[in-house]
């Protein structure tokens, strides 16, 4: 018998750009009696009930809750895989476009591997959104074949229904690397990760501007460092990432190396050699990010032990 999917989609104030998520799911290869799209709302404030109603008529299979409170994208997840009836789980996010052949392709590969990742691909004619994209995601982006890795990104995953229950869902302890999280508490249990580039996501997000971006960058790298210095031994953290003053010193050479390495490792993304300056920001903003985190981290180290 085939597996029955449920699609996750959580969302928060972006009314316009999750119709473009929905009305994507709509024109699907794969058969819509064999999928379910849950629509999570963390209680937004804009039109995007509206865009449910709207769209419930042409999206039959579209289901609908709303969170009484803002409870943040790990516990939104949860709260979608509560109610989901699906064998298998995908997760995209509100700001992507899943190609037509998304759900078939992340149905056939799961039923081979039980934790999956599909690709990113990015707008090509916005200069910001393709440096934010390359920054982020360039070990996503689609090309290859069928590999095993150490981590899946969360704008699009799939997994077996068996293997949340099994992890206990997402954990809200690193709220903007819940992706890297799930992977790293994953593999400990003995999953192999598989990486499909097949199975492709168009992220289109809204970061438009500059400062927008870092800002972004630099949360990011508040929240995965602490989670990369938990999981040092699974993700061969070097000793430099887990001392804030060693990573304060030599920061613009972390950066550098990190945006160096990008273009290195793949040769498609020499032909957008002219993103490198923006991305070098990109990642200065994340090794920053990480240097606050880790100094606040230190510093309540030392008031816990004065108070002892």
Known sequence: MD????????????????????????????????????????????DTFSVYNKLK????????????????LPLSRNRGIEIA?????LFTDDDCIPSE???????????????????????LLNYLQLCFNISGFHAFMPAGEVRPVEMIVGANMGFRMSVLKELGGFRNDFPLAEDIDISCRGRLHGYKLFFVPHASVLHNHNRMTVPLMLKSAFRTGTSSILLRNKYYKLMNTPFILRSPLLLLLTSPLIALKAT???????????????????????KMAWVMGAFQSLRNQKLKEREKWKKI
Not at 85 to 89: E, I, L, R
Request: aromatic share 12%; glycine share 4%.
């Open 3 to 46: 597996n029955y999917i449920s699609i996750i989609i959580c969302t928060y104030n972006r009314a316009g750009l999750v119709k473009l998520t929905l009305e994507s799911l709509s024109r699907q290869t794969f058969p819509s009696e064999r999928f379910e799209i849950i629509l999570v709302d963390d209680c937004s404030t804009d």
């Open 57 to 72: 008529n042409e999206l039959p299979n579209l289901r609908y809750i709303s969170n009484p409170v803002n409870i943040g």
């Open 85 to 89: 009836a699906g064998d298998h789980v």
């Open 101 to 123: 052949k998304w759900v078939e392709k992340m149905s056939f590969y799961l039923s081979q591997h039980p934790v999956i990742g599909g690709s990113i691909e990015s707008p």
């Open 260 to 282: 160096i390495s990008i273009y290195l490792k793949n040769s498609y993304l020499r032909n957008f050699f002219k993103t490198f300056p923006v991305v070098y920001m990109l």
